[in-house]
């Protein structure tokens, strides 16, 4: 339920937020420990609590079961990376059959966690502090983008007023967050011209440490990638706002001291603990089809070797039926990559990519497609520790491998990308994109919600078809899942909004219902 009617509506936050939930917004925030509130709010400790939820919500962090249930269930399968080894117990998205009680976390987690925060930091800091509430703009716009990108309409303009938490469109909300974006740019900007001392170090949980230059260039890059995703549909929107990310005097993400990374809480890694302690988690046969192919180093650093054929690397289609449980539970589980108790939000390679579609379109990115193409393989490379980047580059031989199930040949298929990594200027554009987007696939892993959202924007890299489609004929098997249903929460407790989201989704509220940017036409 989103919540919006600040006097009477319970505020609810998470756990991990400065307050809990209450139907008195003004007594829970009134100041009970000595200090008045305006001593409270120059040493700013009212509006830095309600930050710490939002670094670990994002992407959940420290509760393996809850990241489930909010992205590894859906988009983690859907884009190709991993999948489950067993049916898990009939019931799957990844089958097609989409599960309510699975796919409103999202939604719920997002909005009581950071969103109902980040509007807090608004009351306490819009046109008094407004570092904090550029900063919170930021991070909201973070947020709202990965929530539209999965259910399409969603609230925000109405998010906190009295009245129905009614929905605003997606086009409407990408424009609403470039605006935002815009002015948490120019004031952050301004304080950095005035070599004003940084106010979010000792909150700030990421690896930017309160840089207000670092948080610009995330920003400045959060632009670019939406941009580029709306290129279909507003083509003059995207140009505009991908030459002004670029364009910036302190620009976008390019090097890998600029990534946006944050550390986990509890010291592990919901992905390692999926595949590992519970067994329940595995290389896609997408990832072994392409990686393989290429004869990718990445592969190494990113899964383990199987058990089921030792030294090699094998994979598990996507929505196929199984045989019996645990079936594939000698295959590919997570490497080295999601050892580490570090989430990435953003990466520098996923920059260098979205530039060179940029270039290959005819913006003004600063360069080459090509020039841009290869730097985001290096950076890749770089950011993995991994050598040999310029002969992978050069590689115009090798392409996708077949893929073969080694416990049930039904599932055999042929490979269905045959491109090189090499760049070649004769190319059609087509084919150029495909290639960028196949590179920012295997860059952008773990983030199965990035990676999803490009594959329904482009088709690329073509992945397998699942071969067990449960939906009766809803979702079809040639174009797959294309968004997440309205949350059960929201249907119980926000029909009027529910509904205006169903008249800005100009669809049925199903998973085959194509969002804004997922326009049906070509790519060029």
Not at 134 to 148: D, F, N, P
Not at 293 to 315: C, E, V
Request: aromatic share 12%; charged share 20%; with cysteine.
């Amino acid at each position: 339920m989103i919540i919006n009617k600040i006097k009477r509506t319970a505020f609810c936050f998470s756990l991990l937020a400065a307050v809990s939930c209450t139907d008195n917004f003004n007594e829970v925030n009134t100041n009970k420990v000595g200090a008045s509130d305006d001593q409270l709010a120059q040493d700013y400790n009212t509006i830095k609590a309600p930050f710490k939820p939002a670094f670990n919500r994002l992407f959940i962090s420290d509760v393996t079961w809850m990241y489930q249930i909010q992205q590894s269930l859906q988009a983690d399968g859907w884009s190709g990376y991993m999948t489950t080894p067993n049916a898990f117990g009939g019931i799957s998205n990844h089958n097609y059959l989409l599960n309510p009680g699975w796919n409103g976390y999202a939604w719920d987690d997002a909005y009581t966690a950071i969103i109902a925060n980040m509007y807090k930091v608004e009351q306490l800091s819009k046109g008094k502090y407004d570092n904090f509430y550029a900063w919170s703009l930021i991070i909201k716009g973070a947020t709202l983008q990965r929530m539209t990108d999965m259910y399409g309409p969603a609230v925000m303009s109405s998010f906190g007023t009295e009245g129905d938490a009614l929905y605003d469109s997606q086009k409407d909300i990408y424009t609403q967050i470039f605006k935002d974006l815009d002015f948490a740019v120019n004031d952050l900007e301004s304080r950095i011209a005035a070599d004003e001392a940084s106010t979010f170090v000792d909150t700030d949980l990421s690896s930017y440490k309160g840089s207000y230059a670092l948080w610009v260039k995330y920003a400045n890059s959060l632009r670019l990638r939406m941009a580029v995703r709306i290129s279909k549909v507003d083509p003059a929107m995207a140009k505009l706002e991908a030459e002004k990310s670029v364009n910036n005097s302190i620009g976008v993400f390019t090097t890998n001291g600029d990534v946006l990374k944050i550390k986990s809480p509890v010291d592990l890694n919901v992905i390692d603990v999926m595949s590992h302690a519970w067994g329940g988690l595995f290389m896609g046969a997408d990832m072994e089809s392409i990686l393989g192919g290429y004869d990718d180093p990445r592969m190494a650093y990113y899964w383990n070797t199987s058990a089921i054929a030792p030294g090699k690397y094998k994979g598990v289609r996507t929505g196929i039926v199984y045989p019996t449980a645990q079936t594939y539970g000698k295959f590919s589980q997570t490497g080295a990559r999601t050892k580490t108790g570090e989430v990435t939000w953003m990466t520098t390679a996923e920059v260098y990519f979205l530039r060179a579609e940029g270039a290959l379109r005819g913006w003004n990115m600063g360069g080459t497609a090509k020039d841009f193409y290869e730097s985001g393989i290096r950076a890749s490379f770089d950011q993995n520790g991994l050598a040999g980047a310029d002969g992978y580059i050069l590689d115009n031989v090798k392409i996708a491998k077949d893929y073969v199930d080694l416990v049930n040949s039904e599932n055999n298929a042929p490979s269905v990308n045959n491109i090189t990594v090499a760049w070649n200027e004769a190319a059609s554009n087509e084919v150029k994109l495909q290639k960028i987007i196949t590179q920012k696939w295997i860059a952008t892993y773990p983030d199965g919600q990035e990676a999803w959202s490009e594959y329904r924007r482009t088709g690329y890299p073509k992945l397998f078809r699942i071969t067990n489609n449960q939906s009766d004929g809803l979702i079809s098997t040639e174009f797959g899942v294309r968004r997440l249903p309205f949350a059960a929460s929201e249907i119980a407790n926000n029909p009027k909004g529910v509904e205006s989201g169903k008249a800005a989704l100009g669809g049925p509220d199903n998973g085959a219902t194509r969002l804004w940017w997922d326009a049906d036409k070509a790519n060029f």
